[in-house]
């Protein structure tokens, strides 16, 4: 295994679940961040679902 | 758990947000694909694949991935990759390849990727699909194996959807299909946890478009058939999230591996497992009760249950992904009875549904609102700088299975341990020659030379290719009319 190579190096180092400390909480109104995700959700053209004109895939 | 090769194939959804703009998502998926192997990210095709693969359809990549068109969409597969950091961070390599070629082109703010699998407005569903190599053993003529895969596959949802609003209520699937008796009244449904819920008709079946099936049976080894299955599954959603992809592709294996053992039990068969499928999808309380083929009733955690425990009993120590599979699989049912929030940045559908409850609530919107669509869409954006699911890893709610410089890595470098690192090594040497090729997941073909072929996907065949190169006359020109005798 070479150390210079980035993908083993983080196969190693994530070999657990990313979290270790006690978890996500319950509901928080004041989540941290909460706000610059609406701001960013603000900025979404309301009607771009309208625009989205895919075709079946498989 | 076993040694497995797991691929991933994702049909990206392509949004022209600009009005005007020059180019429909067909066209701009074909000038995508062109650029990539413009950049001397791969080689192109040389021969036809298939009626609807013409040459220069698509190519391999130096990373051993591919990039083609399919019915309309630009879709990647991953190389085959031997371990789940592997295979999220070749994944995501994919998303990137993708991007960085709508940035170069200078349209990232008129044109988006959208790693979903549904238009919302007309209901045309693309896929994300699993690979999974297992033993020939696995047997597909005992149906008891596909109804237990199948009742796991139902019941994942719950941790693996990406989550949607709205539905697509019901067609008849077949021809010689009644609508289901209960379905006939339109159903309103605000949100459901999966994408792909409503757009699979049966339980087992080996087409892949329109009479999709929870287990796909399609018998396309792509390796050894004598020692291989390659299981194809279109079930599932594309996931924005690492630990979500990962958590979906390793509790699969392991449901895979106990079955193999024989070690699953068939008490937690379905009575009907394509209707659970959709009303657990659909159930706005999150209850997901089912009812087992025995008719005894439970619910789809409490079936997830069971079947962690299995895996915990016969698996846990049989290597680390494995311990890392049952660890995350354990905090996530732990945590669902907490409520969405709770799982955010660990369930795609859970992270959503936050999202937009909160926008609602600020906006003073409800779920008709066409903004909540839209916002829906914009979950799955590729785009850093605008993607719902980006702002949560800038925000730091995005458990990470992989990096940044990984992906990066990733991008024109194979993984390691798989017949992918052989033919990157291939694909990088014809990036500099002018000889013929064919290149196929199973082998290659140089010239008029015999097929060089790899059948063993475990097999990187990276020094017998090497050597291989090195007795070759790579600079004999392509003669394309008598290269396919």
Redesign the interface.
């Known amino acids: 295994m070479e150390m210079n190579?980035?993908?083993?190096?983080?196969?190693k180092k994530?070999?657990?679940?990313?979290?270790k400390d006690d978890?996500?909480?319950?509901?928080?109104v004041s989540?941290?961040?909460?706000d610059?995700?609406?701001k960013?959700?603000?900025?979404?053209?309301?009607?771009?679902?309208?625009?989205?004109?895919?075709?079946?895939?498989? | 758990m076993k040694r497995r090769i797991y691929g991933i194939e994702t049909e990206y959804g392509l949004l022209i947000k600009e009005e005007d703009f020059k180019y429909g998502p067909i066209d701009v998926a074909v000038r995508i694909k062109n650029h990539i192997f413009d950049q001397k990210q791969g080689v192109l095709d040389l021969h036809y694949r298939a009626n609807d693969e013409p040459p220069g359809n698509g190519g391999f990549l130096a990373n051993g991935g591919r990039i083609y068109l399919d019915m309309g969409h630009l879709e990647y597969a991953s190389p085959e990759c031997s371990n789940l950091v592997d295979l999220i961070t070749f994944d995501r390599a994919g998303d990137e390849i993708v991007q960085k070629a709508l940035e170069e082109l200078g349209w990232s703010e008129q044109v988006a990727f959208i790693k979903n699998n549904v238009d919302l407005e007309t209901n045309a569903t693309f896929g994300c699909h699993e690979n999974y190599l297992v033993s020939r053993a696995f047997q597909f003529d005992n149906r008891e194996n596909l109804r237990l895969l199948a009742s796991f596959l139902v019941t994942r949802q719950i941790y693996a959807g990406a989550g949607r609003t709205g539905a697509c209520n019901p067609q008849p699937f077949r021809d010689w299909d009644d609508i289901h008796q209960t379905r006939k009244d339109e159903e309103k449904v605000n949100f459901q946890i999966s994408q792909r819920a409503d757009h699979i008709p049966n339980e087992f079946y080996r087409w892949v478009q329109y009479n999709r099936a929870i287990v796909n049976t399609r018998d396309e080894q792509l390796s050894d058939p004598s020692k291989y299955r390659r299981i194809h599954l279109l079930v599932g959603d594309s996931n924005m999230s690492e630990f979500a992809c990962a958590l979906k592709m390793g509790t699969t294996s392991l449901m895979m591996e106990l079955i193999e053992l024989g070690v699953a039990n068939p008490e937690w068969i379905l009575s009907n497992s394509v209707d659970t499928m959709r009303d657990i999808s659909r159930d706005p309380e999150f209850k997901w009760e089912i009812t087992l083929r025995d008719g005894k009733p439970t619910t789809a955690l409490e079936l997830q249950w069971g079947m962690l425990q299995a895996g915990k009993k016969y698996l846990a120590g049989s290597s680390s992904d494995a311990d890392w599979v049952l660890e995350a699989w354990e905090s996530v049912l732990t945590d669902m009875p907490k409520g969405p929030e709770a799982l955010i940045g660990r369930v795609d559908w859970a992270s959503k549904y936050w999202l937009l409850t909160e926008f609602m609530k600020s906006e003073n919107v409800g779920w008709q609102d066409p903004w909540i669509k839209s916002l829906d869409l914009e979950f799955h954006n590729l785009n850093k700088a605008h993607g719902l699911y980006w702002g949560l890893e800038a925000n730091g709610d995005a458990h990470r299975k992989t990096s940044d410089e990984a992906i990066r890595f990733a991008m024109s470098s194979a993984p390691k341990g798989t017949r992918a690192d052989g033919r990157g090594e291939l694909v990088k040497t014809l990036l500099e020659c002018q000889t013929g090729y064919l290149i196929d997941w199973i082998g290659f073909r140089l010239n008029k030379e015999e097929p060089f072929l790899m059948l063993d996907p475990f097999v990187s065949y990276k020094k017998e290719i090497q050597e291989y190169l090195r007795r070759m006359d790579l600079q004999e020109p392509f003669d394309g009319k008598n290269y396919f005798r």
């Open positions: 190579d980035p993908l083993r190096r983080e196969e994530e070999s657990t679940p990313d979290r978890g996500p909480s319950r509901p928080d989540r941290p961040g909460r610059d995700l609406l960013r959700m603000k900025k979404v053209d309301p009607k771009q679902s309208e625009k989205y004109k895919q075709r079946t895939g498989q």
